[in-house]
């Protein structure tokens, strides 16, 4: 299982148009049961399960490891590890301005059911649009 503070690691290498996740936040949410991460040093997901639906709270490759199918791997691990906790339904939300992680989601069975205007701030820009995507985990 990754570390929390390599978690932190890849998160910060990864998310610099928002505010990286600490080590201390990836432990807290680690230590409730209904959290699990899947993933290594190249990429992870982290996700939470609540009866029947999961949902990707995040997701990051270190960028030296982008574009080499790692993500992929990644949604793949956690939509069969929330499947076998009971999860039927899954969703997540997407930077609008993000076409890398929507594209990918779109090839991973996602589809957009909603939109949260203004939602992710960006620096010296103006606020990215939050793109609710969600699919059935049922169906392979």
């Not at 899947?38 to 009866?51: H, K, W």
């Not at 076998?84 to 076409?99: I, M, P, Q, Y």
């Not at 609710?132 to 392979?140: C, F, K, P």
Request: hydrophobic share 45%; charged share 20%; proline share 4%.
């Amino acid at each position: 299982m990754i570390a929390p503070e390599d978690m932190a690691a890849i998160h910060k290498a990864a998310f610099t148009q928002s505010r990286p996740w600490s080590a201390e936040e990836f432990t807290s949410l680690l230590a409730h049961p209904s959290v699990f991460a899947c993933g290594d040093s190249r990429a992870f997901a982290l996700v939470r399960v609540i009866v029947d639906e999961a949902e990707l709270l995040t997701i990051a490759t270190h960028p030296l490891f982008q574009r080499q199918g790692h993500a992929r791997a990644v949604m793949d691990a956690w939509q069969d590890e929330a499947s076998k906790r009971g999860a039927t339904h899954g969703f997540l939300e997407v930077a609008s301005d993000n076409s890398a992680a929507r594209h990918l989601y779109q090839d991973c069975g996602f589809s957009q059911t909603g939109l949260r205007q203004a939602y992710y701030p960006r620096k010296g820009a103006q606020a990215a649009d939050a793109v609710i995507m969600a699919r059935d985990l049922t169906q392979g």
